[in-house]
């Protein structure tokens, strides 16, 4: 797109996205510097360690470092809450920890990282410094995740959670090409821009003709998974208090086909790694005509261009993009048609629970 089509972009701060994603060059050095810092020290296992939100976005770094690693690597999804009571076998004072909280209050999270450096663990953290949680990891093992703008999905987070991981391989031999990576999506904030411009019109049609509807399926799979679920749970549900059922291309078709019926919109999220094929089978159902609905939507990923990106590439950087897409632009319009603000809750952080 030329830089002179002047497309707007509803509730949308171009300079201030490009500005944020220029800063974050800078901050990803941070984080590749973290994990040079663990290498060098060496560990036995890596874990990514979230809950709600943060651990839907990591979910993609553990499918990335379980594609790109060796098999000797070890490399553990784990929800905080369920640490907090359950703990883990594998993990040792010799283990690493990335964690994230944008808050830097999330409670659960702050728990297990009071229990975890009581372990003697590494923990490192996407989290403002001076919040609790990034008191208690050091302000020396934190790396904000913030945007100053607050503009955007949450594909600047997965940014930067990469930097810290695909380094992590690199130092193992396992994932080579970590600079020409770093330097090919130096400028990629331009084209996620881009990208957004060209998906305006189709999100504000999605929008306005389902953002009111009583229920909604979401289907995706390998490195979207995670963004999948975030957008039904942390979007609709907790933001828009929408009724929504997510569920991975690989097990849609036991049990979950038999509640597609007309009327029902049904969203397929495409991605660009191997399970593909997951997703084709799945697209080959829906559009068949067997269903009787036609409230069928695919959104892949892969038709949306990232100049100057290897295709080897591609697939770290798709969920980036759909993040673009849905969890940012589909949104924003779910929110002028429902007329319900994105920051409004009942329950969450107004009392204690």
Known sequence: MKETEKIEIMHFDQEGYLEDGKALYETGKKMTALADKVADEGYDAVFLMGVGGTWDELMQLEYLMNKFGDRDLEVYLIHAAEWNVMGHKRMTE?????????????????????KM????????????????????????????????????GCEMGYYLADCFGLRLLNRRGCFPKFDKFIGQTKDVWTHLVDIRKSFEPRAEE????????PYTMFIGSGALWGETILFSMCILEEMQWKRTRYITSADFFHGTLELVEPGVPVFLFMGEDENRKLDER?????????????????????????????????VIVSPWILSSLITDRLAAYYETVTKHNLNYRRYYHQFDY
């Open 206 to 213: 999605l929008a306005k003709k389902y953002a009111l509807a």
């Open 94 to 114: 010799k283990s690493v920890v990335l964690t994230a909280s944008e808050s830097g209050t999330t409670p659960e999270v702050l728990e297990a990282v009071k």
């Open 282 to 314: 799945v697209r080959a159902f829906l559009t068949r005509g067997v269903t009787g609905d036609t409230d069928i939507n695919i959104i892949d990923t892969a038709e949306f261009a990232i100049p100057g990106l290897d295709d080897e590439f591609r």
């Open 117 to 152: 450096k009581g372990m003697g663990v590494r923990v490192y953290a996407m989290t403002k410094p001076e919040g609790p949680i990034g008191q208690a990891v050091g302000a020396e093992n934190c790396v904000k995740m913030a945007s100053d703008h607050g503009n955007g």
